[in-house]
């Protein structure tokens, strides 16, 4: 692997840690703190996240991106919103298999539930997607 493409994979791979943490901490406030359902949650986060992440690789991760035409942004989106469904569908279906509400650890007297596993496994299997799919969307742009 080139030396430039490691660097810009190790900033995707960071820009991807701060917006999971900002869609991870929507998630959790959202669906304790205001007890809303994990599958409305889980769109509100990702959302969130989704411009996150997108402000993010623009202006950090992928050089040349800010460039873009509007068919890039669009396309941008277009593979979020896909990825949207991919975890919306990956989340129903955890918790079809195995539940959400069951308590995994507690940490600092925070008490960690099934429906987080479920969506750092769901956010793990569509990172794959996002990668391929930006990377060739904003670097063509």
């Given amino acids: 692997m080139r030396k430039d493409r490691l660097l810009e994979l190790l900033r995707f791979a960071v820009a991807g840690a701060a917006g999971f943490l900002v869609e991870l901490a929507t998630l959790i406030l959202?669906?304790?703190?205001?007890?809303?359902?994990?599958?409305?949650?889980?769109?509100?986060?990702?959302?969130?996240?989704?411009?996150?992440?997108?402000?993010?690789?623009?202006?950090?991760?992928?050089?040349?991106?800010?460039?873009?035409?509007?068919?890039?942004?669009?396309?941008?989106?277009?593979?979020?919103?896909?990825?949207?469904?991919?975890?919306?569908?990956?989340?129903?279906?955890?918790?079809?298999?195995?539940?959400?509400?069951?308590?995994?650890?507690t940490v600092f007297s925070f008490a960690v539930s099934l429906y987080v596993l479920n969506k750092v496994l769901a956010t793990f299997l569509v990172m794959v997607w996002n990668y391929v799919t930006k990377r060739r969307i904003l670097r063509r742009g």
Avoid at 53 to 78: P, T
Wanted: glycine share 10%.
């Fill in 30 to 105: 959202l669906r304790e703190g205001l007890g809303l359902d994990t599958l409305i949650a889980t769109p509100i986060a990702f959302v969130l996240s989704v411009i996150v992440n997108y402000l993010l690789c623009v202006l950090w991760v992928f050089h040349g991106a800010r460039r873009q035409s509007q068919k890039a942004r669009m396309g941008f989106f277009l593979t979020s919103a896909v990825g949207l469904v991919l975890n919306e569908g990956l989340m129903l279906l955890f918790r079809v298999l195995w539940g959400e509400d069951a308590v995994l650890f």
